[in-house]
């Protein structure tokens, strides 16, 4: 019911930025939250960010102060800027959308932090 197409990742060297999207099938206007999760080889799937549509965010204490999510509602898209890139935020990142109690994730975009 919702299809989310995540691109921007690629290999950046620590300090780096990159900038994620998150393209949704739907106005999100329609979509309760969008958020972004991120797995590493070995690891669980963590909690990255989340919008709501009243654009108030979260963030894990891992990124806070370095990730800022935001909302494009005319290109129906979700972003993630990721500054100041570590090592360890070495991960494929999922965009997830919820709408009425459902779950939709999007296929996840590779990002490496690496010298």
């Known amino acids: 019911q919702v299809q989310l197409v995540e691109s921007g990742g690629g290999l950046v060297q620590p300090g780096g930025s990159l900038r994620l999207s998150c393209a949704a099938s739907r106005s999100i206007f329609s979509i309760d939250g969008m958020g972004w999760y991120r797995q590493a080889p070995g690891n669980a799937r963590e909690f990255v960010a989340f919008i709501g549509n009243s654009g108030s965010t979260n963030y894990a204490d891992s990124v806070k102060g370095r990730f800022t999510i935001s909302r494009d509602n005319a290109k129906n898209t979700v972003n993630l800027q990721m500054n100041s890139l570590k090592p360890e935020d070495t991960a494929v990142y999922y965009c997830?959308?919820?709408?009425?109690?459902?779950?939709?994730w999007g296929q996840g975009t590779q990002v490496t932090v690496s010298s």
């Open positions: 997830n959308a919820v709408r009425i109690g459902r779950s939709y």
